[in-house]
């Protein structure tokens, strides 16, 4: 081996020792640290934090106003390194991770089960949201990618319970928003419709009602549903939130 050569294996082990103990002191960094910068920038929150950067805790935690409760959550020291912030989450009802960086937003492969009155505070609908696989990439807060299964149940609509119901469908992007068309049909209801939410957290609810159930058709109506030859027609609005 000629000095030129060993000369460059020292310089290569000497960067990667830097690089190591960069990741090592990154690991063992309080997470508090990460949350109070871009994190909380990009709407992550929590009432207490615990823990270092490799495994660490929030408590009573919320993303964009939403409430997620008490989260276990671990950041990559390496994605520290590329300016990015890459970590995973679990908490007492989802699961999955998160990155942020520059300009863009992206949740991957959340699993969840949240109150829809948590998330859509006096929507006029009772429910449970699940999410399957779910992901979602934001550049500059708008939508730009959307993937998995979004499942709305144990639907409440017009303050008539709907015992059966399920409304489903595949998340995409429309321009800058979210979009989630959802369908679903149970004893004499059948319902379809789209929920769209702006960069902004406005949500807007479109569903349209078929029933042949007269208590169904007298709350619809009662709760302002327009009747049309397709069925009622209710439009539902608001802000995403903390109910």
Known sequence: MTWWDRRMTAQALGGVFVALTLILVLAMAPLSLVVAGRAQAAGLSATTVSGTVWRGRLGDAAFGGVRLGDVRIGVSPVALLAARISLGFQGEALRGGL???????????????????????????????????????????????AEGAVALDQISLAGLELPGLSLSGAPACAGADLVIPLSGQAEGVDVAGDLRISPGGAYRMGLTVRTNRPEVDLALGAAGARQTLGGRQLQLAGRLGVS
């Open 99 to 145: 990155s942020l960086g520059p300009r863009r937003t992206q949740l991957r492969d959340v699993d969840a089960d949240l109150s829809l009155a948590s998330l859509a505070p006096g929507a006029g609908v009772i429910g449970r949201v699940r999410l399957r696989d779910f992901g979602l990439a934001l550049r500059g807060g708008q939508c730009r990618e």
